[in-house]
């Protein structure tokens, strides 16, 4: 079966960096993507990558490594705005997407 | 409007009820999708549509229908409701290479 792995919850301080780590088992790949949901509301569009490396877009930054089936979502000088749950994502090879459950980030000042 | 709408924003349904939940999106976007999100899973894939006219079943379509009329507008119905179809229900849409998903901002449904 297709499985999308990150972990439930992580705690990180204001003006801190975090790794948040997503592995993956899927019938092909097409492209992996990270979403940010603060609670109650939408998942709004964070990053894409579908070749291997690191795509920096200001403080975030997302990485693939497409032979190890694993990403990581990279935020740096972390706000309190920052806490939220991060989605991982991968569009298999019948091109739909498969989630992951979410990363609850939690920042403390 | 901008962006994707959805209504109601939130519902209190009789177990049996039929009910219909709408979603409207002026980005012209050819692809649209439902999706529906309960604690601790991830996002499920309920029904989807490549172009207007066409329709798809996702993971989890049973108890759902939809159609797609026009370009615009997406709406999900529940023939006859059942509490485990209580959850926070999101419509989304893409286009592009990337085909990069947007969301609405969801209708949370309780069916008791």
């Known amino acids: 079966g297709q499985n999308i792995d990150q972990p439930t919850e992580m705690t990180a301080t204001e003006g801190a960096i975090v790794q948040i780590n997503c592995t993956y088992q899927?019938?092909?790949?097409?492209?992996l993507f990270w979403y940010q949901q603060h609670a109650g509301e939408a998942p709004t569009f964070l990053s894409y990558?579908?070749l291997d490396g690191l795509e920096e877009k200001g403080r975030f930054s997302s990485f693939l490594s497409r032979s190890k089936g694993y990403s990581y979502l990279l935020l740096k000088e972390l706000q309190m705005k920052d806490s939220a749950s991060y989605l991982c994502?991968?569009?298999?090879?019948?091109?739909?997407?498969?989630w992951g459950a979410g990363t609850k980030l939690i920042i403390k000042p | 409007i901008a962006g994707i709408t959805q209504a109601p924003t939130s519902q209190i349904l009789a177990a049996g009820r039929r009910m219909t939940l709408r979603c409207t999106q002026d980005?012209?976007?050819?692809?649209m999708y439902w999706y529906r999100q309960d604690l601790g899973l991830g996002l499920r894939l309920i029904h989807y549509?490549?172009?207007?006219?066409?329709?798809g079943k996702g993971e989890v379509p049973d108890g759902y229908s939809v159609s797609r009329a026009n370009t615009d507008d997406f709406p999900l119905t529940l023939a006859s409701a059942v509490p485990s179809q209580t959850s926070v229900y999101f419509c989304?849409?893409?286009?592009?290479?990337?085909?990069?998903?947007?969301f609405g901002a969801g209708t949370r449904l309780s069916v008791l």
């Open positions: 549509s490549n172009t207007a006219g066409t329709t």
């Open positions: 980005m012209r976007h050819n692809a």
């Open positions: 899927t019938s092909g790949f097409n492209g």
């Open positions: 990558n579908v």
């Open positions: 989304a849409s893409s286009e592009g290479a990337k085909n990069i998903q947007y």
């Open positions: 994502a991968v569009r298999d090879g019948n091109y739909q997407l498969i």
